[in-house]
């Protein structure tokens, strides 16, 4: 990790137990020197393997998980398809630098809350994890297009049971088709004329009936079972060009 230093967000997540996992020892055991250096975190240790990061999940409480799952991803999804319902209440963050896009979105669609690249700074680690605590998902700049294209463009699966979309108000239906469109909150707020505290509420909405914790995993999730972008809000905007590289941009 570079160490350059960014300013420090006024807000934390301070006392959370930490489990980083990461297949490269030597950046994991640095990073955790870096986080432990914060004074913020209640305990910060280290699995190299799938085998050691599951026992040390089954015998420890943990309330932040940063994984790195690239040298083994079909073994790290496994992991984290069993966490999705056994730690509900876990924050997953990605440290990689994985660019297959549909692996990528595999491991995305487990309930991932962020996902960085290894060369930020600890600053910029630490901010993305504030927002993470805060149910806000991120992604670099370098995946974000591509992963919204890539799930925009695949064909939907047939739908065999009731769908969350029949669920939805139209309003809702309309802020799902906004992020679809690569829209941050600010965004949607403006081009739907709302404030931007009820676009954060008919976000939450879309993302409690899609039974998801993010806003990529509910567009995955709304892909399986059928959802396509009919209308035009947002269809010409350029994921790669929002203000800000969060999908879940803060109100």
Request: proline letters at 6%; aromatic letters at 2%.
């Amino acid at each position: 990790m570079p160490a350059q230093r960014h300013l420090v967000t006024a807000r934390s997540t301070p006392g959370l137990r930490v489990l980083i996992a990461d297949d490269h020892r030597t950046f994991a055991e640095v990073l955790a020197a870096g986080l432990h250096m914060e004074g913020r975190f209640s305990a910060v240790d280290v699995a190299s393997s799938v085998s050691h990061a599951r026992l040390l999940l089954n015998v420890n409480r943990y309330d932040l998980l940063l994984l790195d799952p690239s040298l083994d991803v079909g073994s790290w999804l496994e992991l984290l398809r069993a966490l999705v319902g056994e730690r509900p209440t876990l924050i997953v963050v990605v440290v990689s630098e994985l660019e297959d896009i549909n692996l990528v979105i595999q491991v995305l669609a487990q309930d991932v809350r962020a996902w960085v690249s290894k060369d930020i700074s600890l600053d910029g680690l630490l901010h993305t994890i504030d927002e993470a605590g805060m149910g806000r998902t991120s992604l670099p700049t370098t995946l974000q297009g591509p992963v919204l294209k890539e799930l925009l463009g695949r064909p939907a699966k047939s739908q065999t049971k009731p769908s969350f979309i029949n669920e939805l108000t139209p309003r809702q239906l309309e802020v799902l088709e906004c992020l679809a469109g690569g829209m941050s909150r600010a965004q949607i707020a403006e081009h739907l004329l709302l404030s931007p505290h009820t676009v954060r509420t008919h976000v939450q909405e879309v993302l409690r009936k899609a039974g998801v914790h993010s806003t990529l995993a509910a567009l995955a999730r709304a892909r399986e079972v059928g959802y396509r972008r009919d209308h035009p809000s947002g269809s010409d905007l350029d994921p790669a060009q929002s203000r800000e590289p969060t999908v879940d941009e803060p109100s």
